[in-house]
Protein backbone atom coordinates (compact mmCIF):
# COMPACT_ATOMS: atom_id res chain seq x y z
CA UNK A 1 0.00 0.00 0.00
CA UNK A 2 0.87 3.52 -0.90
CA UNK A 3 -0.04 6.83 0.34
CA UNK A 4 0.50 9.70 -1.68
CA UNK A 5 0.26 13.33 -0.34
CA UNK A 6 0.81 16.09 -2.70
CA UNK A 7 1.45 20.00 -1.39
CA UNK A 8 2.41 22.97 -2.90
CA UNK A 9 -0.72 24.06 -4.54
CA UNK A 10 -1.71 27.88 -4.68
CA UNK A 11 -3.08 31.12 -6.17
CA UNK A 12 -0.81 32.32 -8.90
CA UNK A 13 -0.76 35.38 -11.64
CA UNK A 14 -0.27 34.24 -15.24
CA UNK A 15 3.30 34.03 -16.02
CA UNK A 16 4.27 32.83 -12.94
CA UNK A 17 5.92 29.76 -11.36
CA UNK A 18 4.92 26.61 -9.09
CA UNK A 19 6.10 23.62 -7.41
CA UNK A 20 4.13 21.03 -6.23
CA UNK A 21 5.41 18.07 -4.07
CA UNK A 22 4.14 14.83 -3.95
CA UNK A 23 5.49 12.42 -1.07
CA UNK A 24 4.86 8.68 -1.09
CA UNK A 25 4.43 6.35 2.19
CA UNK A 26 6.29 2.94 2.26
CA UNK A 27 9.92 1.19 1.64
CA UNK A 28 9.22 0.91 -2.17
CA UNK A 29 8.87 4.42 -3.80
CA UNK A 30 11.82 3.86 -6.07
CA UNK A 31 10.08 1.19 -8.19
CA UNK A 32 7.09 3.13 -9.14
CA UNK A 33 6.40 5.54 -11.63
CA UNK A 34 5.05 8.64 -10.93
CA UNK A 35 2.56 10.97 -12.74
CA UNK A 36 0.87 14.35 -12.30
CA UNK A 37 -2.56 14.59 -13.32
CA UNK A 38 -5.21 16.98 -13.41
CA UNK A 39 -8.92 17.89 -13.68
CA UNK A 40 -10.80 20.82 -13.82
CA UNK A 41 -14.64 21.52 -13.25
CA UNK A 42 -16.72 19.46 -15.85
CA UNK A 43 -13.75 17.79 -16.91
CA UNK A 44 -12.29 14.47 -17.37
CA UNK A 45 -9.05 14.14 -15.67
CA UNK A 46 -6.50 14.62 -17.75
CA UNK A 47 -2.95 13.35 -17.99
CA UNK A 48 0.15 16.14 -17.03
CA UNK A 49 3.41 14.20 -17.04
CA UNK A 50 5.41 10.73 -15.87
CA UNK A 51 8.43 9.64 -14.67
CA UNK A 52 9.48 6.50 -14.67
CA UNK A 53 11.60 4.60 -11.57
CA UNK A 54 15.13 5.41 -13.34
CA UNK A 55 13.79 8.64 -14.78
CA UNK A 56 12.49 8.51 -17.95
CA UNK A 57 10.09 10.91 -18.29
CA UNK A 58 6.44 11.94 -20.85
CA UNK A 59 4.96 14.96 -20.83
CA UNK A 60 1.25 16.39 -22.15
CA UNK A 61 1.88 18.70 -24.95
CA UNK A 62 0.40 21.53 -23.43
CA UNK A 63 2.93 21.39 -20.72
CA UNK A 64 6.36 20.72 -22.48
CA UNK A 65 8.81 23.24 -21.70
CA UNK A 66 6.69 25.16 -19.34
CA UNK A 67 6.93 21.54 -16.46
CA UNK A 68 9.21 19.48 -14.87
CA UNK A 69 8.83 16.21 -13.42
CA UNK A 70 11.70 15.46 -11.03
CA UNK A 71 11.66 12.58 -8.43
CA UNK A 72 14.54 12.13 -5.11
CA UNK A 73 13.94 8.33 -4.01
CA UNK A 74 15.95 9.17 -1.21
CA UNK A 75 12.91 11.53 0.05
CA UNK A 76 10.47 9.55 -1.16
CA UNK A 77 9.16 12.88 -2.96
CA UNK A 78 8.25 13.46 -6.60
CA UNK A 79 8.38 17.24 -7.66
CA UNK A 80 6.31 19.14 -10.57
CA UNK A 81 7.86 22.20 -11.32
CA UNK A 82 5.70 24.91 -13.70
CA UNK A 83 6.48 27.78 -14.83
CA UNK A 84 5.38 30.26 -17.42
CA UNK A 85 1.61 29.41 -15.94
CA UNK A 86 -1.64 29.88 -17.60
CA UNK A 87 -5.18 30.48 -16.80
CA UNK A 88 -6.04 27.34 -18.28
CA UNK A 89 -3.56 25.28 -15.91
CA UNK A 90 -6.23 26.46 -13.18
CA UNK A 91 -7.10 22.94 -11.52
CA UNK A 92 -6.87 20.11 -9.07
CA UNK A 93 -3.35 18.67 -9.59
CA UNK A 94 -3.30 15.02 -8.39
CA UNK A 95 -0.18 12.60 -8.02
CA UNK A 96 -0.74 8.99 -8.82
CA UNK A 97 1.79 6.08 -8.49
CA UNK A 98 1.95 3.16 -10.76
CA UNK A 99 3.60 -0.34 -11.04
CA UNK A 100 4.23 0.03 -14.50
CA UNK A 101 7.97 -0.01 -15.27
CA UNK A 102 7.56 3.02 -18.25
CA UNK A 103 5.96 6.36 -17.66
CA UNK A 104 2.54 5.94 -18.52
CA UNK A 105 -0.22 8.38 -19.54
CA UNK A 106 -3.59 6.78 -18.38
CA UNK A 107 -5.65 6.92 -15.44
CA UNK A 108 -5.85 3.12 -15.59
CA UNK A 109 -2.53 2.71 -15.28
CA UNK A 110 -1.90 4.27 -11.92
CA UNK A 111 -2.64 2.35 -8.42
CA UNK A 112 -2.61 4.65 -5.54
CA UNK A 113 -3.74 8.49 -6.06
CA UNK A 114 -2.99 11.23 -3.74
CA UNK A 115 -6.34 13.78 -2.71
CA UNK A 116 -5.61 16.43 -5.13
CA UNK A 117 -3.88 20.23 -4.58
CA UNK A 118 -5.59 23.08 -5.88
CA UNK A 119 -3.50 25.39 -8.64
CA UNK A 120 -5.56 28.45 -9.56
CA UNK A 121 -3.64 30.81 -12.40
CA UNK A 122 -5.43 34.46 -12.82
CA UNK A 123 -5.25 36.46 -15.28
Known amino acids: QVQLVESGGGLVQAGGSLRLSCTASGRTFSRYSMGWFRQSPEKEREFVVA???????KYADSVKGRFTISRDNRKNTVYLQMNSLKPEDTAVYYC?????????????????WGQGTQVTVSS
Open 51 to 57: ISWNGLT
Open 96 to 112: AASNIMVPVTTTESYDY
